[in-house]
């Protein structure tokens, strides 16, 4: 059972445009969303978060939206650059349980074209 | 500058071999994480502990254990190794109520 699902696999933006990931969650009970960036043959990094609290956290050129009621979260990168081109995945927790154990989505391939 | 370091970056094994992946860091971290990617598939979780001594299996603990006899080394083991574990494993530390820190990852192959 997929707790956490990003339904498109890859995705292709031209330079200097918005970016748009989205990511869905079926646990009601999560309340601590993170966003990480995996370059090939480097460990994922933390790139922004977001609690159950919030509908909105930006840092820069990023900005998570989460969608409670629709179970729903998407990082916004505006405007792109060819160096975000990665695979994005979105993660989930329950905050202060489980050591903050993280449920993980499939990823997404970003590939920003110049 | 913190770190999870992973003890090698590629590694070719055999079918039937004993395989120890080996995970360090150095941040006094409670909790460490052993998972794996694959394409399509995302990380999935194999083991986690939450301190020395202490394991919980993940998702996909078959045909993997582990070993925390010290707090900053998780050690995964490949009791037997199969082609199908050939896989990118990652390794992650983590202070409760916050989020993960990688390493590098190990590219196993199994032939």
């Known amino acids: 059972d997929q707790q956490v699902k990003q339904n498109s696999p890859s995705l292709s933006v031209q330079e200097g445009r918005i970016s748009i990931l989205n990511c869905d969650y079926t646990?009601?009970?999560?309340?601590?969303f993170l966003w990480y960036k995996k370059y090939p043959a480097e460990g994922p990094t933390f790139l922004i978060s977001?609690?159950?609290?919030?509908d909105k956290n930006e840092d820069g050129r990023f900005t998570v939206f989460l969608n409670k009621s629709a179970k729903h979260l998407s990082l916004h990168i505006v405007p792109s650059q060819p160096g975000d081109s990665a695979v994005y995945f979105c993660?989930?927790?329950?905050?202060?349980?489980?050591?903050?154990?993280?449920?993980f989505g499939q990823g997404t391939e970003l590939s920003v074209k110049p | 500058d913190v770190k999870v370091t992973q003890s090698s970056r590629y590694l070719v094994k055999r079918t039937g071999e004993k395989v120890f992946l080996e995970c360090v860091q150095d941040?006094?971290?409670?909790?460490m994480f052993w998972y794996r990617q694959d394409p399509g598939l995302g990380l999935r979780l194999i083991y986690f502990?939450?301190?020395?001594?202490?394991?919980e299996k993940g998702d996909i603990p078959e045909g993997y254990s582990v070993s925390r006899e010290k707090k900053e080394r998780f050690s995964l083991i490949l009791e037997s190794a199969s082609t199908n574990q050939t896989s990118m494993y990652l390794c992650?530390?983590?202070?409760?109520?916050?989020?993960?820190?990688f390493g590098s990852g190990t590219r196993l192959t199994v032939v």
């Open positions: 992650a530390s983590s202070q409760t109520g916050h989020g993960y820190t």
């Open positions: 646990n009601s009970m999560f309340d601590y």
């Open positions: 977001i609690s159950s609290i919030k």
């Open positions: 993660a989930a927790s329950l905050y202060y349980n489980q050591g903050g154990k993280l449920i």
């Open positions: 941040m006094d971290h409670e909790n």
């Open positions: 502990s939450y301190d020395v001594k202490m394991k």
